[in-house]
Nanobody, 122 residues
């Protein structure tokens, strides 16, 4: 129904930048929100940033405010996460998620991508 494909992860030095992209596709699904989450070694998955699809309202984790920017690339059906001033603590697997309503049964559903590794080195 919904496919989310992340790209853009990699190895970067502290202070550097990376842009992650989540290519979104699917049918029979009314998208409400696209988000980026991350899970570092030994940590639970946490919200990084998310954007509402109807009004582009954004929400950020406190730890990334002012450094990361989430945006929609409507031409490419993607949601990007621009990450600047990367810190060692940003090392994690980053996952894209899509929240919305299945049009087949009007149930709320969240879909996840496979994740992309971001490693920040000193």
């Amino acid at each position: 129904q919904v496919q989310l494909v992340e790209s853009g992860g990699g190895l970067v030095q502290a202070g550097g930048s990376l842009t992650l992209s989540c290519k979104v596709s699917g049918s029979n699904f009314s998208f409400q929100r696209i988000g980026w989450y991350r899970q570092g070694p030994g940590n639970q998955r946490e919200l990084v940033a998310r954007i509402d699809t109807d009004d582009d309202r954004t929400e950020y984790a406190h730890s990334v405010k002012g450094r990361f920017t989430i945006s929609r690339d409507n031409a490419n059906n993607a949601v990007d996460l621009q990450m600047n001033s990367l810190q060692l603590e940003d090392t994690a697997v980053y996952y894209c998620s899509a929240d919305g309503i299945l049009l087949t049964n009007f149930g709320q559903r969240t879909f996840w991508g496979q994740g992309t590794q971001v490693t920040v080195s000193s």
